[in-house]
């Protein structure tokens, strides 16, 4: 299905780049729209949020309770901007389609993780700016202020327990992918990889791309050498479970609640993608 948001992108992209040939006297050929020609990848749009801010789209704000914080892991209360009136705005005038579309939040250290625009407007997304528990003349608590900036990503409608809900600090920028092409580069064609592609998903894309695909706070793991090229199996893992018994200044934090027997699927993933790169150009 080809989506309208798609085709305008696209068709734009083309007579951007056609656009010198327009005036030389070389005979030009009608743009024709072919699927071919449409690179499902590219974002259907991206806001900058501090841009829409200083614009005027996003400039109410609330003071909100969290009833439990995962980054602080109790409960909190921010002053903070609601979401879910601007999401639905966009979706209105780019149309998308709910049940078909990924946001990626793009935050300034790479992490980037995303979730189904579905899920995210059936909650209540805030965007804060300041904890309410910071020292006077502070936004935030932290000794970096700002690593938070320009936007911390909360939910007021979130228990415990609750899974599949990311609260990235320093958020950016939004970017909205058809669900079915946010991942396709980084997707194994044997299905008997999947269920490692969805645990490396859950647990690593954040931060790490395959196939360029995801965060990039950490390093590419398949192009142009798959990990696995040049690390052994065994070091990564233990690398993963404890990065600081490698290197005591590690920017990757271990990641949380992985079992070994899903490290295992992890690895299996990550090794079968090296018969799967991607041409970088
Ligand atoms: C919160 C972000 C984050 C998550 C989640 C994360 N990583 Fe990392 N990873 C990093 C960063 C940052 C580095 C950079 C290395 C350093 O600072 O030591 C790194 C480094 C690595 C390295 C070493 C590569 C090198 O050459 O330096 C491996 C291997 C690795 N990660 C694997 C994984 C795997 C597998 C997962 C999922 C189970 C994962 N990481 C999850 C952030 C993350």
Redesign the pocket.
């Given at each position: 299905m080809l989506k309208p948001q798609i085709i305008f992108l696209s068709l734009f992209l083309f007579l951007f780049a056609c656009k010198p040939s327009i005036d030389s006297d070389e005979k030009t050929t009608p743009v024709e729209v072919t699927e071919e020609a449409i690179d499902e990848t590219v974002p259907l749009l991206e806001i900058n949020l501090a841009h829409a801010k200083e614009e005027g789209a996003l400039s109410t704000t609330e003071i909100v309770n969290v009833s439990f914080d995962p980054v602080f892991k109790r409960a909190k209360k921010y002053e903070a901007i609601p979401l879910k009136p601007y999401l639905e705005k966009l979706i209105t005038a780019s149309n998308l389609d709910t049940a078909n579309t990924e946001i990626i939040f793009l935050c300034k250290d790479g992490?980037n993780p995303g979730m189904p625009l579905s899920k995210v407007i059936n909650n209540e997304p805030y965007l804060a700016i300041r904890d309410l528990d910071a020292s006077e003349g502070k936004n935030w608590m932290d000794t970096l202020q700002g690593k938070w900036n320009p936007f911390y990503l909360i939910w007021t409608n979130h228990s415990k327990g609750d899974k599949g809900y990311t609260w990235p600090y320093g958020l950016a920028h939004l970017q909205f992918k058809a669900s079915d092409a946010a991942y396709k580069d980084a997707m194994p064609i044997d299905k008997e990889m999947v269920a490692g592609f969805e645990l490396?998903k859950e647990?690593?894309m954040?931060?790490?791309s395959m196939n360029m695909v995801g965060?990039v706070?950490?390093?590419e793991?398949n192009v142009p050498k798959n990990?696995t090229e040049y690390?052994q199996v065994a070091d990564?893992k233990a690398?993963?479970k404890n990065?600081y018994s490698?290197?005591y200044n590690?920017?990757?934090?271990p990641?949380a609640g992985?079992k070994d027997e899903e490290?295992e699927v992890?690895m299996e993933y990550?090794s079968y993608m090296k018969g799967q790169k991607i041409e970088l150009d």
């Open positions: 992490y490396y647990k690593c954040k931060c790490h965060g706070m950490g390093p793991m990990i690390w990564i690398f993963v990065p490698y290197r590690s920017k990757m934090p990641v992985l490290l992890i990550i």
